[in-house]
Every structure is written in structure tokens, then in C-alpha cells.
């Protein structure tokens, strides 16, 4: 190994100083550690960042309050997109080239207990759809299946920053990859549609999720709504930013979303301004104990509406 010209330099800053100084090829080099650290922590913020600005997740029902004697079906698209609730991206089968996918959403309902009948997710290139039975009365609480979700960030031999969706060890990264990061993501995409009238919502129980004191199925133009975070079935505390962003983004040059932050007990509230349908935007970085998983996250997509006054 060649030898290097390096050689520690005797203290010039007082201890605690956040610079170091050493000696090479003659010269007193002096490195601001502080500023050294800081860039490594906005560098992983910045893909932490990245992972949470990918495009949003949605679940779009065709009914949010049904009534009837009889079982009724709500229909449920789900599609990845930029532009809300139009459909984009369609969650392809768990089975590669199959038409259609019985695990990709699932349903609690009015009772707590997960719906045991098959709902079926039919692969529409730019959306998945299903139908989904109510037979009990109350509020049913649907969402996607909660899947983690790996990727992999790293930087190739010219500096460019680039992933793949994989964990490290299963990657096919190049040979001369560098400053490689695994982010595992868990996301709840959900709604709630009532039947014959309201009733407490079931807790999906795993990762970040809406709770009352509002119904999310009682939702008007003009009232004020309440709602608490919950993170594994515990609420998240003071300071997570929530986005909550009215569809038909299309129709908008900005996205015109109302940001809001959760109190110490983990609520925030919002008054709503305009009837319609609204996804409620949010994530919380977590500890995750995984071989190969340097950052754990947690990101939530929820569809509300809002009837007119």
C-alpha cells in the first residue's frame, strides 16, 4: 500500500471544537466536522425525502355512504399518479401476467373482523378495480394490503445518483456502486365507506392511520374536523406535517394542498372549504431493526369526502 503524507496536526482549535486539523504534503488542512456531518444527514434526508415524493398512492370508492335493505357493492379503483385521482399506474398482480390479483386490498368490517369473501382486483393497465360486498351495517374500513416496500439508492461510478426496488443483497447494482442506502417503506392506502349509517371504524392496527374524534364518513363543507394520527395503533405525537390535498389536481396549476402538524397527543384539525374528494397525505421515519435496511419509513394515503353543506 503507497504511503500517504498525512500526519496529524497538534490541537490549533480549543477542545470541543468542531474542526480538525491535520498535516499533508506540508500544509496545515483544517475540516469543519460539524458541516462534514451535517452534509451526511441531509443526504440521507434527502433520499428519505425522495422515497416520500414518489407518486401518490390512492384508493378511489364509488360510494362513501350507501343505504338499503339489501348487501350493497361499492367499487374501489386503486392506480399510482401524479395527478389525483386520475389513474395512471396500475398495481400489477403479485402473480407475474395475471388479469387480476386477490390480495392486493382487503376490507375490515363494522364488527372489527377482516371481510373473508375474495375481493378480486381486476389489472387495468392504468388502475386496478374491484367490488367490495357490504353486508353488516356501519362503516367498513378498506385499504391495500400493507406490503413493504424496499429501495435501494446509490451512486455509479460518475457521480449519479440512482435505485432500483430491491434490497440490497437481492440488487443488481454495478460493480463500482457507491454510498448505497435501503429504505423499507410501509404504506397505508386506505378509505371508509358506511352502510345504513356510521359506526366506529376498526384499526388496521400496523403503520400510520386516521382515528376520530370525526367519523370520516361525516364530513361537511364549512365544519371543522378532528382527527388523530396513529402509528402502530399508538398516536405519533407533536410535529408531523400532514398534506391534505383536494382531487382533480389537473384542473389546478398548483397543487394547493393545506399542510397541517399533529399536537403532542398526535391531532390536528382542518375546516373544510369545498366539497369533494381529498387525499390526506403523510409519513414518519422509523426504527427498524432489518439485516440490509439502513432506514425504516412509514407513509400514509388516505381518501376522504366532503358533501356540501
Known amino acids: 500500500m503507497a504511503k500517504t503524507n498525512f500526519q496529524p496536526a497538534l490541537s490549533l482549535y480549543p477542545l470541543g471544537s468542531t474542526y480538525l486539523s491535520f498535516k499533508f504534503k506540508g500544509k496545515i488542512m483544517n475540516v469543519n466536522l460539524l458541516k462534514t456531518a451535517l452534509i451526511g444527514v441531509l443526504s440521507l434526508s434527502a433520499l428519505v425525502s425522495t422515497a416520500a415524493s414518489a407518486h401518490g398512492r390512492w384508493l378511489l370508492p364509488s360510494h362513501t355512504s350507501l343505504s338499503g335493505d339489501k348487501a350493497h357493492y361499492v367499487m374501489i379503483d386503486a392506480s399510482i399518479s401524479n395527478e389525483i385521482f386520475a389513474p395512471d399506474k396500475a398495481f400489477r398482480p403479485s402473480t407475474k401476467g395475471a388479469e387480476y390479483d386477490d390480495t392486493l386490498l382487503m376490507a375490515l368490517a363494522p364488527n372489527g373482523e377482516q371481510v373473508t369473501d375474495t375481493i378480486r382486483a381486476y389489472y387495468l393497465q392504468r388502475k386496478s378495480s374491484a367490488a367490495v360486498k357490504l353486508e353488516q351495517q356501519g362503516t367498513y374500513h378498506i385499504a391495500m394490503t400493507q406490503k413493504p416496500m424496499y429501495m435501494t439508492f446509490y451512486k455509479n461510478a460518475a457521480g449519479e445518483r440512482s435505485r432500483v426496488f430491491a434490497k440490497k443483497a437481492d440488487a443488481n447494482l454495478p460493480k463500482d456502486a457507491s454510498d448505497i442506502t435501503t429504505i423499507k417503506t410501509i404504506s397505508t392506502v386506505d378509505t371508509f365507506v358506511s352502510h345504513n349509517g356510521t359506526s366506529k371504524p376498526?384499526?388496521?392496527?400496523?403503520?400510520?392511520?386516521?382515528?376520530?374524534?370525526?367519523?370520516?364518513?361525516?364530513?361537511?363543507?364549512?365544519?371543522?374536523?378532528?382527527?388523530?394520527?396513529?402509528?402502530?395503533?399508538?398516536?405519533?405525537?407533536?410535529?408531523?406535517?400532514?398534506?391534505?390535498?383536494?382531487?382533480?389536481?389537473?384542473?389546478?396549476?398548483?397543487?394547493?394542498?393545506?399542510?397541517?402538524?399533529?399536537?403532542?397527543?398526535?391531532?390536528?384539525?382542518?375546516?373544510?372549504?369545498?366539497?369533494?374528494?381529498?387525499?390526506?397525505?403523510?409519513?414518519?421515519?422509523?426504527?427498524?431493526?432489518?439485516?440490509?435496511?439502513?432506514?425504516?419509513?412509514?407513509?400514509?394515503?388516505?381518501?376522504?369526502?366532503?358533501?356540501?353543506?
Do not use: C, M
Not at 365544519?223 to 402509528?231: G, H, K, M, V
Not at 398526535?266 to 403523510?282: D, K, M, R, S, V
Open 202 to 309: 376498526a384499526q388496521l392496527g400496523k403503520g400510520l392511520e386516521l382515528s376520530g374524534p370525526t367519523h370520516p364518513n361525516d364530513l361537511f363543507v364549512g365544519e371543522q374536523a378532528r382527527f388523530q394520527l396513529l402509528s402502530d395503533g399508538k398516536p405519533v405525537g407533536e410535529g408531523i406535517e400532514i398534506s391534505i390535498l383536494k382531487g382533480d389536481t389537473r384542473y389546478r396549476n398548483t397543487r394547493g394542498e393545506i399542510k397541517v402538524t399533529t399536537d403532542k397527543d398526535g391531532f390536528f384539525t382542518t375546516t373544510w372549504q369545498h366539497p369533494g374528494l381529498y387525499l390526506i397525505e403523510t409519513s414518519q421515519k422509523v426504527t427498524v431493526n432489518e439485516a440490509g435496511v439502513d432506514v425504516g419509513r412509514y407513509a400514509l394515503f388516505t381518501t376522504l369526502e366532503v358533501a356540501p353543506e
